[in-house]
Protein backbone atom coordinates (compact mmCIF):
# COMPACT_ATOMS: atom_id res chain seq x y z
CA UNK A 1 0.00 0.00 0.00
CA UNK A 2 1.77 3.18 -0.99
CA UNK A 3 0.32 6.79 -0.22
CA UNK A 4 1.22 9.87 -1.86
CA UNK A 5 1.23 12.96 0.12
CA UNK A 6 1.41 16.13 -1.25
CA UNK A 7 2.53 18.95 1.39
CA UNK A 8 4.89 16.52 3.00
CA UNK A 9 7.18 19.38 4.63
CA UNK A 10 4.25 20.64 5.81
CA UNK A 11 2.83 20.42 9.11
CA UNK A 12 0.05 18.18 9.41
CA UNK A 13 2.42 16.41 6.27
CA UNK A 14 4.94 15.09 8.16
CA UNK A 15 3.05 13.83 10.99
CA UNK A 16 0.54 11.97 8.93
CA UNK A 17 3.43 10.86 6.68
CA UNK A 18 4.97 9.51 9.95
CA UNK A 19 1.67 7.84 11.53
CA UNK A 20 1.35 5.91 8.34
CA UNK A 21 5.03 4.86 7.85
CA UNK A 22 4.96 4.02 11.46
CA UNK A 23 2.24 1.12 10.66
CA UNK A 24 4.32 -0.38 8.15
CA UNK A 25 3.10 1.47 4.89
CA UNK A 26 4.75 2.96 2.25
CA UNK A 27 4.71 7.08 1.55
CA UNK A 28 5.89 8.99 -1.31
CA UNK A 29 6.07 12.82 -0.24
CA UNK A 30 6.38 15.83 -2.73
CA UNK A 31 6.95 19.43 -1.99
CA UNK A 32 8.44 22.62 -3.60
CA UNK A 33 9.47 24.33 -0.56
CA UNK A 34 7.49 27.56 -1.04
CA UNK A 35 9.34 30.30 0.96
CA UNK A 36 5.78 31.50 2.66
CA UNK A 37 7.98 30.54 6.14
CA UNK A 38 11.30 28.99 7.58
CA UNK A 39 12.67 26.65 4.15
CA UNK A 40 15.12 25.12 7.22
CA UNK A 41 11.75 24.08 9.01
CA UNK A 42 10.55 22.36 5.93
CA UNK A 43 13.50 20.58 5.66
CA UNK A 44 14.28 19.46 8.61
CA UNK A 45 10.87 17.96 8.58
CA UNK A 46 11.69 15.90 5.86
CA UNK A 47 14.70 15.11 6.73
CA UNK A 48 13.00 13.55 10.09
CA UNK A 49 10.76 11.41 8.15
CA UNK A 50 14.01 10.60 5.49
CA UNK A 51 16.29 9.52 9.20
CA UNK A 52 13.59 7.67 10.67
CA UNK A 53 11.67 6.01 7.72
CA UNK A 54 13.79 5.99 4.70
CA UNK A 55 13.28 2.75 2.82
CA UNK A 56 9.65 3.03 3.22
CA UNK A 57 9.96 6.85 2.81
CA UNK A 58 10.60 8.65 -0.80
CA UNK A 59 10.46 12.13 -1.49
CA UNK A 60 10.46 14.48 -4.64
CA UNK A 61 11.02 18.20 -4.93
CA UNK A 62 8.02 19.32 -6.93
CA UNK A 63 5.39 22.08 -7.16
CA UNK A 64 2.04 20.06 -7.36
CA UNK A 65 0.63 23.28 -9.30
CA UNK A 66 2.77 22.37 -12.30
CA UNK A 67 0.65 19.37 -14.37
CA UNK A 68 3.61 17.98 -16.09
CA UNK A 69 5.98 18.61 -13.58
CA UNK A 70 3.76 17.05 -11.18
CA UNK A 71 2.90 13.50 -14.23
CA UNK A 72 7.18 13.42 -14.24
CA UNK A 73 8.02 13.21 -10.77
CA UNK A 74 5.84 10.43 -10.15
CA UNK A 75 5.79 8.22 -13.55
CA UNK A 76 7.48 5.69 -11.76
CA UNK A 77 5.17 4.91 -8.98
CA UNK A 78 2.36 3.00 -8.50
CA UNK A 79 -0.11 5.58 -6.21
CA UNK A 80 -2.43 3.47 -4.33
CA UNK A 81 -4.09 6.62 -2.01
CA UNK A 82 -3.88 10.45 -1.84
CA UNK A 83 -3.67 12.83 1.07
CA UNK A 84 -3.57 16.14 -0.22
CA UNK A 85 -2.15 18.01 2.08
CA UNK A 86 -0.26 20.52 0.05
CA UNK A 87 -1.83 24.21 -0.23
CA UNK A 88 -0.72 27.68 0.22
CA UNK A 89 -2.03 28.53 3.59
CA UNK A 90 -2.66 31.72 5.34
CA UNK A 91 -5.56 33.98 5.65
CA UNK A 92 -3.94 37.24 5.21
CA UNK A 93 -0.95 36.44 3.33
CA UNK A 94 -4.07 35.81 0.54
CA UNK A 95 -4.38 39.56 0.61
CA UNK A 96 -0.84 39.97 -0.56
CA UNK A 97 -0.26 37.38 -2.71
CA UNK A 98 -3.01 36.33 -4.35
CA UNK A 99 -1.52 34.53 -7.50
CA UNK A 100 -0.01 32.10 -5.05
CA UNK A 101 -3.70 30.68 -4.12
CA UNK A 102 -4.53 30.08 -7.41
CA UNK A 103 -1.67 28.39 -8.75
CA UNK A 104 -1.53 25.85 -4.96
CA UNK A 105 -5.16 26.05 -4.40
CA UNK A 106 -6.94 26.05 -7.61
CA UNK A 107 -4.78 24.69 -10.44
CA UNK A 108 -2.76 22.80 -7.86
CA UNK A 109 -6.39 21.31 -6.47
CA UNK A 110 -7.51 20.46 -9.88
CA UNK A 111 -4.14 18.49 -11.28
CA UNK A 112 -4.25 16.43 -7.68
CA UNK A 113 -8.00 15.73 -8.68
CA UNK A 114 -6.77 14.52 -12.52
CA UNK A 115 -3.84 12.69 -10.62
CA UNK A 116 -6.34 10.54 -9.20
CA UNK A 117 -8.41 10.05 -11.92
CA UNK A 118 -6.07 8.36 -14.13
CA UNK A 119 -4.34 6.68 -11.47
CA UNK A 120 -6.91 4.65 -10.47
CA UNK A 121 -6.79 5.21 -6.89
CA UNK A 122 -9.07 4.00 -3.84
CA UNK A 123 -9.28 7.07 -1.83
CA UNK A 124 -8.32 10.59 -2.19
CA UNK A 125 -8.88 12.84 1.52
CA UNK A 126 -8.07 16.55 0.52
CA UNK A 127 -7.36 19.64 3.29
CA UNK A 128 -10.16 21.88 3.57
CA UNK A 129 -10.45 24.95 6.33
CA UNK A 130 -12.78 26.41 9.15
CA UNK A 131 -12.25 29.28 6.74
CA UNK A 132 -14.85 28.55 4.82
CA UNK A 133 -17.29 29.23 6.96
CA UNK A 134 -17.08 32.79 6.94
CA UNK A 135 -18.47 35.46 9.24
CA UNK A 136 -21.20 32.93 10.49
CA UNK A 137 -22.59 33.81 14.32
CA UNK A 138 -24.52 30.92 15.13
CA UNK A 139 -22.17 27.99 16.47
CA UNK A 140 -21.03 25.36 16.43
CA UNK A 141 -20.30 25.10 12.48
CA UNK A 142 -21.92 22.30 10.78
CA UNK A 143 -21.36 20.87 8.12
CA UNK A 144 -24.62 20.86 6.84
CA UNK A 145 -24.71 24.72 6.58
CA UNK A 146 -24.22 26.52 3.88
CA UNK A 147 -20.48 27.81 3.08
CA UNK A 148 -20.93 30.37 0.20
CA UNK A 149 -20.07 33.68 1.83
CA UNK A 150 -16.05 33.38 1.70
CA UNK A 151 -14.25 36.83 3.67
CA UNK A 152 -10.83 35.84 2.46
CA UNK A 153 -9.24 34.88 -0.98
CA UNK A 154 -7.89 31.77 0.60
CA UNK A 155 -11.37 30.81 2.13
CA UNK A 156 -12.66 31.03 -1.07
CA UNK A 157 -10.26 28.72 -2.55
CA UNK A 158 -11.07 25.79 -0.27
CA UNK A 159 -14.56 26.34 -0.89
CA UNK A 160 -13.36 25.86 -4.63
CA UNK A 161 -11.92 22.78 -4.07
CA UNK A 162 -14.55 20.74 -2.14
CA UNK A 163 -16.74 22.05 -5.67
CA UNK A 164 -14.29 20.76 -7.96
CA UNK A 165 -13.77 17.71 -5.83
CA UNK A 166 -17.89 16.64 -6.12
CA UNK A 167 -17.34 16.76 -9.59
CA UNK A 168 -14.75 14.80 -10.42
CA UNK A 169 -16.90 12.02 -7.57
CA UNK A 170 -20.12 12.81 -9.60
CA UNK A 171 -18.34 12.35 -13.01
CA UNK A 172 -15.68 10.04 -12.30
CA UNK A 173 -16.36 8.11 -9.32
CA UNK A 174 -13.53 9.06 -7.21
CA UNK A 175 -13.87 8.49 -3.41
CA UNK A 176 -12.97 11.50 -1.77
CA UNK A 177 -12.92 12.99 1.80
CA UNK A 178 -12.83 16.94 2.55
CA UNK A 179 -11.31 17.56 5.94
CA UNK A 180 -12.26 21.50 7.60
CA UNK A 181 -9.22 21.62 9.47
CA UNK A 182 -9.69 23.85 12.74
CA UNK A 183 -6.73 25.72 14.00
CA UNK A 184 -4.09 23.05 14.15
CA UNK A 185 -1.14 23.80 16.75
CA UNK A 186 1.60 21.33 18.03
CA UNK A 187 5.17 20.26 17.74
CA UNK A 188 7.11 21.09 14.52
CA UNK A 189 3.53 23.31 13.50
CA UNK A 190 3.95 26.41 11.93
CA UNK A 191 5.45 29.58 12.66
CA UNK A 192 3.09 32.17 11.29
CA UNK A 193 0.37 30.96 13.64
CA UNK A 194 -0.57 32.34 16.94
CA UNK A 195 0.67 28.99 19.48
CA UNK A 196 4.44 29.29 17.99
CA UNK A 197 4.24 33.21 17.75
CA UNK A 198 3.09 34.01 21.38
CA UNK A 199 5.20 30.92 22.67
CA UNK A 200 8.46 32.73 20.67
CA UNK A 201 7.69 36.22 21.96
CA UNK A 202 6.84 35.01 25.31
CA UNK A 203 10.34 33.47 25.47
CA UNK A 204 12.23 36.37 23.94
CA UNK A 205 10.80 38.98 26.39
CA UNK A 206 8.79 40.56 22.92
CA UNK A 207 5.45 41.70 23.04
CA UNK A 208 2.66 39.99 21.57
CA UNK A 209 0.21 41.40 18.76
CA UNK A 210 -3.59 40.20 19.53
CA UNK A 211 -6.21 40.97 17.50
CA UNK A 212 -9.22 42.25 18.03
CA UNK A 213 -8.31 43.59 21.69
CA UNK A 214 -8.06 40.22 22.55
CA UNK A 215 -11.80 39.26 21.69
CA UNK A 216 -11.92 36.10 19.54
CA UNK A 217 -12.62 32.40 19.81
CA UNK A 218 -10.90 29.36 18.13
CA UNK A 219 -10.99 25.91 18.21
CA UNK A 220 -7.56 24.90 19.01
CA UNK A 221 -7.07 21.62 17.66
CA UNK A 222 -3.82 19.51 18.88
CA UNK A 223 -1.74 17.76 16.00
CA UNK A 224 -2.29 14.56 17.16
CA UNK A 225 -5.84 14.15 16.91
CA UNK A 226 -5.66 15.95 13.42
CA UNK A 227 -3.66 13.06 12.27
CA UNK A 228 -6.16 10.27 13.78
CA UNK A 229 -8.94 12.00 12.21
CA UNK A 230 -6.90 11.92 8.80
CA UNK A 231 -6.22 8.42 9.10
CA UNK A 232 -9.63 7.81 10.42
CA UNK A 233 -10.96 9.39 7.06
CA UNK A 234 -8.46 7.50 4.71
CA UNK A 235 -9.25 4.56 6.16
CA UNK A 236 -12.62 4.20 5.98
CA UNK A 237 -14.01 5.88 2.19
CA UNK A 238 -17.19 6.91 1.36
CA UNK A 239 -19.56 4.05 -0.48
CA UNK A 240 -20.26 4.83 -4.22
CA UNK A 241 -24.02 3.99 -2.65
CA UNK A 242 -26.45 7.10 -3.73
CA UNK A 243 -27.24 7.62 -0.41
CA UNK A 244 -26.73 11.06 1.59
CA UNK A 245 -23.27 11.64 2.76
CA UNK A 246 -21.93 14.72 5.10
CA UNK A 247 -21.86 18.05 3.03
CA UNK A 248 -25.03 16.49 0.83
CA UNK A 249 -23.68 14.51 -1.61
CA UNK A 250 -24.86 11.61 -3.10
CA UNK A 251 -21.72 10.51 -4.94
CA UNK A 252 -18.68 8.83 -3.07
CA UNK A 253 -17.89 12.38 -1.63
CA UNK A 254 -18.47 14.05 1.54
CA UNK A 255 -16.95 16.55 4.08
CA UNK A 256 -16.28 16.79 7.70
CA UNK A 257 -14.86 19.32 10.19
CA UNK A 258 -12.17 17.82 12.62
CA UNK A 259 -11.72 20.37 15.78
CA UNK A 260 -11.82 19.89 19.30
CA UNK A 261 -15.13 20.57 19.61
CA UNK A 262 -13.71 23.40 22.28
CA UNK A 263 -13.49 26.91 21.10
CA UNK A 264 -11.25 29.02 23.67
CA UNK A 265 -10.74 32.93 24.34
CA UNK A 266 -6.98 33.83 22.67
CA UNK A 267 -7.02 35.44 25.97
CA UNK A 268 -6.81 31.79 27.77
CA UNK A 269 -4.19 30.79 24.70
CA UNK A 270 -2.03 33.20 26.04
CA UNK A 271 -2.71 32.13 29.68
CA UNK A 272 -1.25 28.63 28.75
CA UNK A 273 1.79 29.41 27.01
CA UNK A 274 2.36 31.78 29.83
CA UNK A 275 2.39 29.18 32.58
CA UNK A 276 4.10 27.17 30.28
CA UNK A 277 7.16 29.28 29.72
CA UNK A 278 7.03 30.08 33.30
CA UNK A 279 7.09 34.07 32.11
CA UNK A 280 4.42 36.47 31.66
CA UNK A 281 3.48 37.87 27.69
CA UNK A 282 3.79 41.72 27.02
CA UNK A 283 0.72 41.96 25.24
CA UNK A 284 0.11 44.75 22.05
CA UNK A 285 -3.70 45.00 21.67
CA UNK A 286 -4.97 45.70 18.09
CA UNK A 287 -8.32 45.86 16.32
CA UNK A 288 -9.25 42.75 14.05
CA UNK A 289 -7.43 42.55 11.03
CA UNK A 290 -8.92 42.12 7.54
CA UNK A 291 -10.09 38.59 6.12
CA UNK A 292 -9.80 36.94 10.28
CA UNK A 293 -13.27 35.91 11.68
CA UNK A 294 -14.54 36.50 15.24
CA UNK A 295 -14.93 32.28 16.20
CA UNK A 296 -14.18 29.28 14.94
CA UNK A 297 -15.86 25.81 16.61
CA UNK A 298 -16.51 22.73 14.93
CA UNK A 299 -19.64 20.60 14.93
CA UNK A 300 -17.97 16.65 14.73
CA UNK A 301 -20.95 14.57 15.52
CA UNK A 302 -20.74 13.65 11.50
CA UNK A 303 -17.12 12.29 11.77
CA UNK A 304 -17.71 11.00 15.42
CA UNK A 305 -21.02 9.27 13.92
CA UNK A 306 -19.37 7.86 11.09
CA UNK A 307 -15.82 7.19 12.37
CA UNK A 308 -15.59 7.29 15.94
CA UNK A 309 -13.51 10.41 15.61
CA UNK A 310 -13.33 12.09 19.17
CA UNK A 311 -10.49 14.63 20.16
CA UNK A 312 -8.45 13.69 23.40
CA UNK A 313 -6.12 16.63 23.56
CA UNK A 314 -6.99 19.53 25.50
CA UNK A 315 -5.20 22.74 25.83
CA UNK A 316 -3.82 22.32 28.95
CA UNK A 317 -1.94 19.60 27.64
CA UNK A 318 -1.28 20.35 23.82
CA UNK A 319 0.29 23.68 24.62
CA UNK A 320 3.22 22.66 27.46
CA UNK A 321 3.91 19.82 24.89
CA UNK A 322 4.07 22.43 22.06
CA UNK A 323 6.85 24.48 24.57
CA UNK A 324 8.31 21.47 25.46
CA UNK A 325 9.04 20.33 22.12
CA UNK A 326 9.65 24.27 20.88
CA UNK A 327 12.18 24.46 24.12
CA UNK A 328 13.91 21.42 23.42
CA UNK A 329 14.39 20.92 19.41
CA UNK A 330 14.22 24.31 17.71
CA UNK A 331 14.46 27.52 19.95
CA UNK A 332 18.33 27.21 19.77
CA UNK A 333 18.45 26.61 16.04
Known amino acids: MTTLITGAAGFIGMHVAAALLERGEDVVGIDNFTPYYSLDLKRARVARLDALYGQSFSFRDVDFGDAAALTHALSDEKIDRIVHLGAQPGVRYSLENPAAYIHSNISGHVNILELARHSDISHLVYASSSSVYGLRADTPFRVADRADTPISLYAATK ?3 ELMSETYAHLFRIPQTGLRFFTVYGPWGRP ?3 VWKFTEAVLQGRP ?3 YNHGDMLRDFTFIDDIVRGVILALDHPPADD ?3 KPGGFTTPHRLYNIGNNRPEQLTGLIQAIEEACGR ?3 INLLPMQDGD ?3 TFADIDDINRDLGFVPATPLAVGIPAFVNWYVKEWSNR
Do not use: F, K, N
Open 293 to 295: VYQ
Open 159 to 161: RAD
Open 192 to 194: DMA
Open 208 to 210: IDV
Open 242 to 244: GGP
Open 280 to 282: SAE
